[in-house]
């Protein structure tokens, strides 16, 4: 019933898109000395909560606008960045993809803890302590 | 939680392929002084499963490095030929350092991604327990 509260959806969506970031720059990070890889990155999230879950569609059934709801999976796309190619053709930069994790963390975080705080208001409706 | 469980399988792939590299410049420098030892090397290449890359990364077949064996002149040597030389090992241990210490600092930037993903699920897991 919660997942109706429109910042407990956005905070759920911005813990996913960190965690499929994350995934992104995992990969980056193992594939750094692989001849021929180029690195990839997700669009950033306001970007992608604009584009696809701005304002939600109300099914009227379970089942109904699923097409929908898979359209909201951010897309990897290439990260160009001219100029840090390695002669072996890796676009992977260590240093930037430091950045980007941290970015994430923080990412994640922020949103945990807007879901926490969010909690919290709710509980403290209900009477109790949050 | 499907997230975090690929970016920690993409970060465990990626130390472990830096960790068999890491044991291949090992072998090199113990053989730095073995007569007709050609240096091994290998190239990492990405995980493909089913025709899609997962993001892992691992190990690609084992290659010789083909430059010509240094010849040292050593007529006391047990296999020196009539003009008292023999062929030594192409292992040049600058190489090997600089290829070692590279395997480190990628194994570390790996463990980072991998600990940063822990802690991220972490604090998602967190959140159940208040």
Same mark, same amino acid.
Not at chain 2, 93 to 101: G, K, P, Q, S, Y
């Given at each position: 019933?919660?997942?109706?509260?429109?910042?407990?959806?956005?905070?759920?969506?911005?813990?996913?898109?960190?965690?499929?970031?994350?995934?992104?720059?995992?990969?980056?990070?193992?594939?750094?000395?692989?001849?021929?890889?180029?690195?990839?990155?997700?669009?950033?999230?306001?970007?992608?909560?604009?584009?696809?879950?701005?304002?939600?569609?109300?099914?009227?059934?379970?089942?109904? =606008?699923?097409? $929908?709801?898979?359209?909201?999976?951010?897309?990897? =796309?290439?990260?160009?960045?001219?100029?840090?190619?390695?002669?072996?053709?890796?676009?992977?930069?260590?240093?930037?993809?430091?950045?980007?994790?941290?970015?994430?963390?923080?990412?994640?975080?922020?949103? $945990?803890?807007?879901?926490?705080?969010?909690?919290?208001?709710?509980?403290?409706? $209900?009477?109790?302590?949050? | 939680?499907?997230?975090?469980?690929?970016?920690?399988?993409?970060?465990?792939?990626?130390?472990?392929?830096?960790?068999?590299?890491?044991?291949?410049?090992?072998?090199?420098?113990?053989?730095?002084?073995?007569?007709?030892?050609?240096?091994?090397?290998?190239?990492?290449?990405?995980?493909?499963?089913?025709?899609?890359?997962?993001?892992?990364?691992?190990?690609?077949?084992?290659?010789? /490095?083909?430059?010509?064996?240094?010849?040292?002149?050593?007529?006391?040597?047990?296999?020196?030929?009539?003009?008292?030389?023999?062929?030594?090992?192409?292992?040049?241990?600058?190489?090997?350092?600089? /290829?070692?210490?590279?395997?480190?600092?990628?194994?570390?930037?790996?463990?980072?991604?991998?600990?940063?993903?822990?802690?991220?699920?972490?604090?998602?897991? /967190?959140?159940?327990?208040?």
């Amino acid at each position: 019933m919660f997942d109706k509260l429109e910042i407990l959806q956005m905070a759920q969506a911005m813990a996913t898109h960190a965690a499929a970031r994350q995934g992104a720059i995992a990969e980056n990070v193992a594939n750094a000395d692989t001849p021929g890889y180029r690195a990839r990155d997700l669009a950033s999230f306001a970007e992608t909560y604009r584009a696809g879950n701005g304002a939600p569609m109300r099914a009227t059934r379970n089942g109904h =606008l699923d097409e $929908l709801v898979e359209h909201r999976e951010p897309e990897p =796309l290439a990260r160009a960045r001219p100029g840090s190619e390695s002669p072996n053709g890796n676009t992977v930069s260590l240093e930037l993809e430091m950045v980007a994790a941290a970015d994430v963390k923080r990412e994640h975080d922020l949103a $945990l803890a807007i879901y926490q705080t969010s909690m919290g208001i709710l509980r403290t409706g $209900l009477g109790r302590r949050a | 939680m499907n997230d975090f469980a690929t970016s920690l399988s993409r970060s465990a792939s990626g130390m472990q392929a830096q960790a068999m590299r890491l044991r291949f410049t090992s072998e090199n420098i113990a053989n730095a002084d073995t007569p007709g030892y050609h240096r091994k090397t290998s190239s990492f290449e990405e995980v493909v499963e089913s025709g899609r890359p997962t993001g892992q990364v691992r190990l690609g077949p084992v290659e010789l /490095d083909r430059r010509e064996l240094t010849r040292v002149y050593d007529p006391g040597h047990p296999m020196a030929d009539e003009n008292g030389y023999y062929d030594g090992s192409n292992v040049d241990l600058v190489v090997e350092i600089a /290829d070692a210490r590279e395997a480190q600092r990628s194994y570390e930037a790996n463990l980072r991604m991998f600990d940063q993903a822990r802690q991220m699920s972490s604090a998602l897991l /967190d959140l159940l327990r208040r």
